[in-house]
Structure formats: C-alpha cells, structure tokens
C-alpha cells in the first residue's frame, strides 16, 4: 500500500510561485509513475502534471504548460510540483496519485491517492 503526503499548499498573490511537495516512507516513489491532480469547487478533478517511473517522461496540462515544473528526487523520495506565475484560476485542493500499473499518463484510475494540500490564489 503505498501511502502519499502532500505538503506546500498555502495562499500566494497572482503571480506568485509555490512548490508542492509529495513523499512517502515506506517504498520507493521511483516504482510508481506519481502525478499531481486538482479540484477546484464545482469543478471535476482534472490531471495537471505526472512524472512516469519507466523513463521520467512528463505529462502537463495545457493549462499550466510552461508554468509548471514536475520533478523527482529519488534521494529524498519526494516528488515536486514547482508552480510559477499562479493564476486565481490555479486555485484548488491539490492532490498527489501514484501506481504502478501500466496506465497512461495522469489517468484518472491512479490507484494510490494522497489526502490533498489547498492552493489558494489571490489579492
């Protein structure tokens, strides 16, 4: 069962930068293909960015492209989602995933999700 903890959400002015972090302590984050998924109030939960463990190739939302950086770091066990130039439309509950089942990239049947971290955008 791998267990996932996000941390780093906070409330950012536009424009603003944040980095979430994803970690866990009892296996190796590099088994699992990890991405991050958001839900915004009356909103479905959409796949903004994920990392795959065969190759580290990368997913991102149109959305967030050029704004958003996903990354691992396997000595820490932690997987990072760097957020620049933050928009109000950025604003959610942010949540990490992981599996390691052979399914495509930020695929909403993500097996393991984690409890969620809030981004909130605004002046």
């Known amino acids: 069962q791998l267990q996932l903890v996000e941390s780093g959400g906070d409330l950012v002015q536009p424009g603003g930068s944040l980095r979430l972090s994803c970690a866990t302590s009892r296996t190796r984050l590099a088994y699992y293909d990890i991405g991050w998924f958001r839900q915004a109030p009356g909103k479905e939960r959409e796949g903004v960015s994920c990392i795959s463990r065969i190759d580290d190739s990368t997913y991102y939302a149109d959305s967030v492209k050029g704004r958003f950086t996903i990354s691992r770091d396997n000595a820490k066990n932690t997987v990072y989602l760097q957020m620049n130039s933050l928009k109000p439309e950025d604003t959610a509950v942010y949540y990490c995933?992981?599996?390691?089942?052979?399914?495509?990239?930020?695929?909403?049947?993500?097996?393991?999700w984690g409890q969620g971290t809030q981004v909130t955008v605004s002046s």
């Open positions: 995933a992981g599996t390691a089942l052979p399914r495509p990239l930020c695929s909403p049947q993500y097996d393991y």
